[in-house]
C-alpha cells in the first residue's frame, strides 16, 4: 500500500453500493485499510435484494490500492456494531475514519406524500435506518476513534444544510432524516472538537449509483442516454467522486477547520482540486438553486 493514508484505519458504514462503495474504494486508492459494512453478502441477500455485497466493495478497496475488510453487521442491532468495533480494535488498535453511511430508505419513501397519507410503518422504518444507525455506530465507535488525535467523522446525508433549510426534501419522513443527520455532525463537531477529533457533514450530488442508473436504464458507460428524458441529469456524477472528497478530507492536516459544517462534493472539489472519474468538476448543489430550481433550461456549462 501507498498513498496520503497508508497506514490509516477506516470503518465505511454502509458500504454495499452507492456513496459507500465509492467513498470505501477511494479511501482504498489512497492507502487506506478499510472495513466495509452492510447487510448484503455473497450468502445472504437483504430485504433490497440486489446483487452488490460487501466483499465486492472490499475486493474493490484491495484492488485500489488499500486492504478491504468485509464485515456483516445491521447497524440497527447495538450488539452487532459494538462487535464490530471490538474487532477493529483487536485487529488494527485505532481508528482514524468514521464514515457513518447507512441509509437503507430508497423504497420507503413516497415522494410529495403528506406525512396523513404517508405508510406510516414505512415512514417510522426510515427514521430508524436513517437516523438510529447513525447515533448507534457513533456510540460504539468513537472511542476507539478518540484513542489517537486527529480523528475524522463524516456524517452522510442528502443536501447542504443551506439548500436542506430551505427547500422541502421529497417527504416528511425523508427530509426529516437527512436534515437531522445535517444536525448530528454539528453536535458531533461540538462533542468531538475540543477531543482532538473533527466531524463534518457531507452530501454527493445527483448520484448515478448502481439503483439510480437502473431506474433510468442506462448503465455508468452509456448513461448520457438518459439525458432525452432527464435533462438535468447531465449534472449527475459517480460515486467515486464523494469518495476522493472524503479521501481528501481524510489526508488534510488542516481538517479541523472544516469541523461541524455542512459539505458537498463539488464545493470540496474546488477546495481540493479533485475531479470526478471523467475529469469533470460537478457542482450539483449550485446547479440546482441557480438551474433546475430556477426553472431554466439543462445546462451545465460553468457547473461540471
Known amino acids: 500500500m501507498s498513498g496520503p493514508l497508508e497506514d490509516k484505519v477506516a470503518l465505511v458504514a454502509g458500504a454495499t453500493r452507492g456513496a459507500g462503495r465509492g467513498i470505501a ?45 468485509a464485515v456483516p453487521t445491521d447497524h440497527l442491532v447495538p450488539s452487532e456494531v459494538r462487535t464490530l468495533v471490538d474487532r477493529v480494535a483487536d485487529e488494527q488498535g485505532r481508528l482514524d475514519v468514521l464514515v457513518n453511511d447507512v441509509w437503507g430508505g430508497e423504497r420507503l419513501f413516497e415522494w410529495d406524500t403528506p406525512v396523513w397519507e404517508h405508510d ?25 476513534l478518540l484513542r489517537r488525535p486527529g480523528g475524522l467523522v463524516v456524517e452522510m446525508t442528502d443536501g ?18 437527512k436534515s437531522a443527520v445535517l444536525r448530528m455532525a454539528f453536535a458531533l463537531g461540538q462533542e ?12 454527493p450530488g445527483w448520484l448515478r ?11 455508468e458507460d452509456n448513461w ?9 441529469f447531465g449534472i449527475s456524477e459517480t460515486p467515486f467522486y464523494v469518495g476522493r ?15 461541524g459544517e455542512s459539505l ?5 472539489a474546488r477546495t481540493y482540486g479533485f475531479t470526478d472519474r471523467d475529469g469533470s468538476r460537478p457542482d450539483a448543489w449550485r446547479y440546482l438553486v441557480e438551474v433546475q430550481d430556477a426553472g431554466k433550461p439543462a445546462d451545465t456549462a460553468g457547473y461540471r
Open 192 to 203: 468531538l472538537g475540543p477531543r482532538g477529533a473533527t466531524a463534518v457533514a457531507l452530501t
Open 25 to 69: 474504494v477511494e479511501l482504498g486508492a489512497a492507502g487506506a485499510t478499510v472495513y466495509v459494512t452492510g447487510r448484503t453478502t455473497r450468502e445472504r441477500r437483504s430485504e433490497y435484494d440486489r446483487p452488490e455485497t460487501i466483499e465486492d466493495t472490499a475486493d474493490l478497496v484491495t484492488a485500489a490500492g488499500g486492504r478491504g475488510i
Open 160 to 177: 447542504t444544510a443551506e439548500y436542506n433549510a430551505a427547500t422541502y426534501r421529497v417527504s416528511f419522513f425523508y427530509d426529516l432524516a
Open 245 to 259: 472528497a472524503v479521501a481528501a478530507l481524510a489526508a488534510d492536516p488542516e481538517r479541523a477547520r472544516w469541523n
Open 209 to 219: 449509483s448502481e439503483m439510480m442508473l437502473e431506474n433510468f436504464g442506462v448503465t
Open 264 to 268: 458537498s462534493s463539488g464545493g470540496l
Open 120 to 144: 406510516l410503518d414505512n415512514g417510522l422504518r426510515l427514521l430508524r435506518l436513517g437516523i438510529e444507525t447513525h447515533a448507534i455506530t457513533s456510540h460504539h465507535a468513537l472511542p476507539l
Open 224 to 232: 448520457r442516454d438518459a439525458l432525452e428524458g432527464v435533462p438535468h
